[in-house]
């Protein structure tokens, strides 16, 4: 029973179904530990509509073939059908040309491949690359590989307090030394949303590349790279409802053009002889070996699924199950939320009295809930905030007000066992 909603807020979500949302959504009708599924760990992986799962069964039942250079009809299928999905990512970041659009295992392999290519090529001695104190390991680790192997420097952007980046300091860290800016549109570990747009206009005045880190906000945000006029932008599709194993790598076709190849293998070449190599065009040059297929059609699917959906509706409603959540959560005793930017997707991280994170985490699974506890790979932004651990409920928009109280009448739960 939904104990803390207001007709109010019934009422001005009226025009958005989500009980008819969650019905495309198989794994959300099932019960753990005898209590019906409330799922909050969606900054984790998004769980997956029917038709994105369909998509990758109808694949292998009917179509299962290589790619490319097939001259049968199974191989053509599903050359088409991951080609199409190709076109289907580039549609929906409003990329200039399908040649941009880079397929890779999900965002970790997007940054790690422009680390090896682009940073092998134009990183020196010296030079300074810029992240931010929001990063996820996979957007802080590959830069250090690259600045020890190249004798260059990792700079840091810092936090405020309320989780904000502090773009003064941002300002004052970008000089002739910095090469490349790799920063996170949203905060996988407290939901903030960064200034991208105004970041990048600042970075392209001084001639600085900039790289985005999407995954956390694909799933939330209309992204358009052309809007952005970023360098680089990469995503994952199990963030977005799609399958895992399977993200994006988007990057203005003159770097492509420029950067030397991350992987040797089939595909990414021209010809071979035992003397050279010459490589293939864009984008199959960054795409060694046979591809997860399989994966981009259901990324493609998943697309067209969140292209079926009122994303005007969708982004209202996440605002207010956030709204929501974030007031209900602040009025429990003893509960600290870490993170309160103005600007935030629904992902709350939160601390609780005495309470370690991952005895409220495995409390609340025994009620149904699932959210996630720890550093969330993001230890240098705990480690800012003075703790070791958040617990982070995070939400997507098949989530309800219902499941809001559930987690609150839950923590209220855990704070009980632990009197």
């Not at 599924?37 to 990758?56: C, F, G």
């Not at 959906?309 to 969708?314: E, K, P, R």
Request: with cysteine; glycine share 6%.
């Amino acid at each position: 029973m939904n104990t803390l909603i207001d007709k109010g807020t019934t009422e001005s979500m009226s025009l958005f179904d989500v009980h008819a949302i969650r019905q495309h959504f198989p794994i959300l009708q099932q019960t753990v530990h005898g209590h019906p599924l409330v799922y909050l760990d969606n900054a984790a992986t998004s769980q997956k509509p029917l038709s994105v799962i369909e998509s990758e069964v109808n694949f292998y039942k009917n179509s299962n073939a290589n790619v490319h250079r097939g001259l049968h009809l199974l191989s053509d299928q599903a050359t088409q059908a991951y080609e199409g999905a190709r076109e289907k990512v580039r549609q929906f970041i409003n990329a200039p040309s399908m040649r941009e659009i880079v397929f890779v295992r999900g965002s970790t392999e997007a940054i790690n491949l422009v680390a090896s290519s682009f940073g092998q090529l134009n990183i020196q001695e010296g030079d300074e690359i810029l992240i931010s104190a929001l990063e996820h390991h996979a957007n802080i680790v590959p830069w250090q590989l690259l600045c020890a192997q190249k004798k260059a420097h990792l700079r840091v952007i810092p936090v405020l307090d309320n989780g904000e980046l502090d773009l003064a300091a941002y300002n004052d860290l970008i000089n002739i030394r910095t090469k490349l800016i790799a920063i996170t549109h949203v905060s996988n570990a407290i939901g903030t949303i960064n200034p991208v747009e105004k970041m990048i206009e600042i970075a392209h005045q001084q001639g600085v590349p900039v790289l985005i880190d999407g995954a956390q906000a694909v799933p939330h945000l209309k992204v358009d790279v052309q809007s952005l006029q970023c360098d680089f932008y990469v995503f994952s599709a199990h963030k977005m409802y799609g399958p895992t194993g399977v993200g994006v790598l988007y990057a203005k076709e003159a770097l492509l053009k420029a950067m030397p190849p991350y992987q040797g293998g089939g595909e990414m070449i021209s010809q071979v002889t035992f003397e050279r190599s010459t490589y293939n065009e864009l984008p199959y040059k960054f795409e060694a070996g046979t591809p997860n297929i399989a994966g981009a059609i259901g990324l493609g699917a998943a697309i067209d699924y969140l292209n079926q959906l009122d994303l005007m509706q969708v982004a209202a409603y996440e605002q207010q199950l956030l709204d929501y959540a974030t007031q209900a959560l602040s009025e429990i005793d003893g509960l600290r939320i870490i993170g309160e930017a103005a600007e935030k997707v629904p992902v709350i991280s939160f601390i609780l009295d005495t309470i370690h994170p991952h005895d409220i985490g495995t409390i609340l699974d025994h009620q149904g809930i699932a959210i996630r506890a720890g550093h969330h790979c993001a230890m240098p932004l705990m480690e800012r905030f003075g703790v070791a651990a958040t617990a982070r409920a995070s939400l997507a928009f098949y989530n309800t007000f219902a499941e809001v109280d559930s987690l609150v009448l839950g923590i209220r739960e855990v704070q009980r066992m632990f009197a």
